[in-house]
């Protein structure tokens, strides 16, 4: 059991730095292609704008993941590192718990939005807005995931996930 989930962690995490960068790549390409029509050719693109905007969305949503798998979400640790180990140790499981918690919510709620959009669809584009809508429930069952993986396979201080 313990190298499966070892192995489905790093494909997760694979799949994830791959979608990044993807994604990415995109917003460049489609913002650069925008740019190029309206100043060189003058003759704008109409979807190009919503495009970016979207996949900004879905960037931000993965980046929280991320962040999370790294371990770089800004903190104030100061008071935390002056506790005792004990103390920090049942704060940190308190903590992933909440984080746990909140992503279920986010993820559910997501989830409803995604059902209620399938069927209005975007203003330039030949998607409805439930794929935009899809980053919430996705990036919230990833966090689901790396918090289990992280109360599984707690990082030792200033460690970052791999």
């Given at each position: 059991?313990?190298?499966?989930?070892?192995?489905?962690?790093?494909g997760v995490n694979r799949f994830l730095n791959a979608l990044g960068v993807t994604l990415f790549i995109l917003i460049f390409s489609v913002v650069l292609l925008q740019v190029f029509m309206r100043y060189v050719l003058g003759s704008p693109l109409v979807w190009s704008e919503e495009l970016a905007r979207y996949l900004f969305i879905w960037v931000s949503y993965l980046g929280w993941v991320y962040a999370s798998r790294g371990g770089t979400h800004i903190q104030i640790s100061a008071f935390f590192e002056s506790l005792p180990p004990l103390i920090r140790r049942w704060i940190w499981i308190a903590h992933q718990i909440?984080?746990?918690?909140?992503?279920?919510?986010?993820?559910?709620?997501?989830?409803?939005?995604?059902?209620?959009?399938?069927d209005v669809p975007t203003v330039t584009l030949f998607f409805t807005y439930s794929v935009v809508y899809l980053a919430v429930p996705i990036s919230s069952l990833m966090i689901v995931f790396q918090t289990i993986y992280d109360l599984i396979h707690p990082r030792k201080k200033g460690e970052k996930a791999t």
């Open positions: 059991m313990e190298g499966r989930l070892e192995k489905i962690y790093q909440l984080i746990l918690v909140f992503a279920v919510v986010l993820g559910w709620l997501g989830y409803r939005m995604v059902l209620k959009n399938l």
